[in-house]
């Protein structure tokens, strides 16, 4: 399996959510994608992404310098969006 880190920290949306897209076609089913973001509409972004393309949001944090990081499950062949 071939996890990915994404570090979208100082972009705004909707680009944390367009580039884990992109990322997430790069990297196969059940595969763990790891991403840092700091827009905080970012939360909610995420949570929709998911529930609109079937990935799992596995967890999300906040950590106290202000970034949000965020493991997102890639799920069956989708690629989302």
Known sequence: MSDALLDVRGLTCPLPVLRAKK???????????????????????????????????????????GVFHYRIRKVGKSDGM
């Open 23 to 65: 990322t997430l076609k790069a990297v196969p089913p059940g595969a763990l994608l790891t991403i840092m973001a700091t827009d905080p509409s970012s939360v909610r972004d995420f949570q929709i992404f998911c529930q609109q393309t079937g990935h799992r949001l596995e967890d999300w944090s906040e950590d106290d310098d």
